[in-house]
């Protein structure tokens, strides 16, 4: 997926000033990213197999003696698990990577379940899979005055359907309390609600600790009001406002100038 928009956008039929240079740095960027990603799951087993595969008695010991302690401070055991098994890292460090760090980009949005279409559940990240690199993730319900104003940023920003997504996602309860603008040509609405227990032991989905249904909207800053997010799903930029989004939208623009 982090490389199927990247072709996208080079292969774009509009596309007619792509220079190796600029082609280079879109696909060395993935490369930079890729690496990360793996070397950050290579160091994660390789401790996991060392202290699994570990005959130490004093070791043993010493694990045993805090696992004890630690069933008594369960809110500790829980921050040090979803420390040691979260991404919320994502690819945050990568230098020149394609995303905006410092307007909240980088990270990785939390991967949850929740509700898809006639009942059934689906992954949050097939909600992105738009076959654009980017789309606009709305972590508020808007207005019937904003629907219009997010329409008329989007039209404004004039990018490629490869860059930018004709789909606007709304993180809600459910599709039925959120109020839909009338007509909006070109556009789709989607609603990402994520579900609930009951919900997913009524799917026949067990889920373990640390699994945190909320945890998709607690990834992003407390007062972020819209996402751009990447296809891959990484989070391209955070705004509070739309004006904002519509900046970082030109930034996106020009990231991609040319290839």
């Not at 905006?100 to 990240?125: E, M, T």
């Not at 219009?148 to 359907?161: E, G, H, T, Y």
């Not at 009338?182 to 373990?208: F, I, K, M, Q, S």
Request: proline share 4%; net charge neutral; with cysteine.
């Amino acid at each position: 997926m982090a490389l199927s928009w990247r072709l996208a956008l080079l292969c774009r039929p509009d596309s007619t000033r792509t220079t190796q240079p600029q082609s280079d740095a879109l696909l060395n960027a993935w490369a930079r990213e890729r690496c990360q990603g793996v070397d950050k799951a290579t160091r994660l087993t390789a401790a996991n197999g060392f202290f699994l595969q570990n005959k130490s008695k004093t070791l043993t010991t010493a694990v045993w003696f805090v696992s004890g302690i630690l069933d008594y401070l369960p809110r500790v055991r829980s921050t040090i698990l979803q420390n040691h098994f979260s991404d919320a890292a994502g690819f945050i460090g990568v230098d020149n990577g394609f995303f905006l760090g410092a307007q909240g980009g980088g990270g990785k949005a939390a991967q949850v379940f929740a509700k898809g279409a006639n009942r059934s559940i689906q992954l949050s990240d097939g909600f992105f899979w738009t076959g654009a690199a980017l789309t606009l993730l709305l972590l508020h319900q808007p207005s019937l005055d904003e629907y219009s104003d997010i329409v008329s940023v989007i039209k404004r920003a004039k990018l490629s359907f490869c860059l930018l997504a004709d789909r606007v996602v709304i993180l809600g309860r459910d599709s039925s309390s959120v109020d839909f603008p009338g007509d909006t040509p070109g556009l789709d609405w989607a609603v990402l609600t994520p579900a609930t227990a009951e919900e997913l032991g009524a799917a026949g989905v067990e889920t373990r600790p640390p699994y945190d249904p909320g945890a998709f909207r607690k990834r992003f800053h407390a007062q972020t009001k819209y996402v751009l997010m990447r296809g891959d799903f990484i989070i391209f930029s955070q705004a509070q406002t739309l004006e904002a989004v519509e900046a970082q939208l030109a930034w996106a623009g020009e990231m991609v100038a040319g290839v």
